[in-house]
């Protein structure tokens, strides 16, 4: 399974565009480099009231479907 690590700062204003269907994808520069692009709605059990802030492990299967995510700083 592929891994991709990405650091996020998304305050709650910024956030709150989801909601209004204004903005659907995070775009992030991975740790090593890569540029992604993922859905917000995976974030959704990490918002807080300041916003979405953290280091994020994104796991993949072999063809690239998303597998899971988690908090690791």
């Given at each position: 399974?592929?891994?991709?690590?990405?650091d996020?700062?998304?305050s709650?204003?910024?956030?709150?565009?989801?909601?209004?269907?204004?903005?659907?994808?995070?775009m992030?520069?991975?740790?090593?480099g890569?540029?992604?692009?993922l859905p917000?709605?995976?974030?959704?059990p990490?918002?807080?009231?300041?916003g979405l802030?953290?280091?994020?492990?994104?796991?993949?299967?072999?063809?690239?479907?998303?597998v899971?995510?988690?908090?690791i700083g």
């Amino acid at each position: 399974m592929a891994k991709i690590v990405i650091d996020v700062s998304v305050s709650a204003f910024k956030f709150k565009e989801m909601y209004r269907g204004t903005v659907k994808n995070l775009m992030a520069k991975s740790r090593d480099g890569r540029n992604v692009q993922l859905p917000l709605k995976i974030f959704q059990p990490f918002v807080t009231h300041q916003g979405l802030y953290g280091t994020y492990e994104i796991e993949f299967d072999e063809r690239n479907k998303l597998v899971g995510v988690n908090k690791i700083g």
